[in-house]
């Protein structure tokens, strides 16, 4: 039978796991000049079917649309994304990604494998195939965000 106890030092390990991947993830990214919040803006207007509007990014990345505007600010000011009017309404602006920005996501999701080999390495093969069996299970069991 579980016990509530049982919980405490794997919800422990889990939440020294998830600092040290925002710890690797960030080294990653200083160097390139990039906060993990643009990281993420740029992610979802890559994955995007057309460029979005600003506001359907702040509604993806649950954000208020200020911190939209800043994070394309910034990454418009390093040539990663640039704005475009929408042509049915110059009222509206849209978010593209440009090559810059495409070369960026290249590297660091070359950087993110090697990040997460760096973690994995003490794993075997039946452990890692263990371990993804488990992740599966729980992302799986997770509710589906909106958006």
């Not at 702040?58 to 954000?63: I, K, N, P, S």
């Not at 911190?67 to 994304?81: F, I, Q, Y």
């Not at 070369?103 to 997460?116: I, K």
């Amino acid at each position: 039978m579980d016990s509530p106890d049982a919980d405490g030092p794997l919800a422990e390990q889990l939440l020294r796991l998830t600092r040290r991947l925002h710890r690797i993830q960030s080294r990653q990214l200083e160097p390139i000049g990039i906060t993990p919040a643009q990281f993420r803006l740029l992610r979802t207007v890559a994955h995007c079917d057309g460029p979005p509007r600003m506001a359907d990014l702040a509604q993806r990345l649950d954000v208020v649309p200020r911190a939209v505007t800043s994070l394309v600010d910034g990454l418009e000011a390093s040539g990663r994304v640039r704005r475009a009017a929408d042509p049915a309404n110059r009222r509206v602006v849209r978010v593209e990604i440009t090559e810059e920005g495409r070369a960026t996501l290249r590297s660091l999701r070359d950087a993110r494998r090697a990040a997460a080999e760096e973690i994995l390495a003490p794993l075997n093969t039946e452990q890692r195939e263990t371990l993804g069996e488990l992740l599966s299970a729980l992302v799986d069991g997770m509710p589906r965000h909106r958006g």
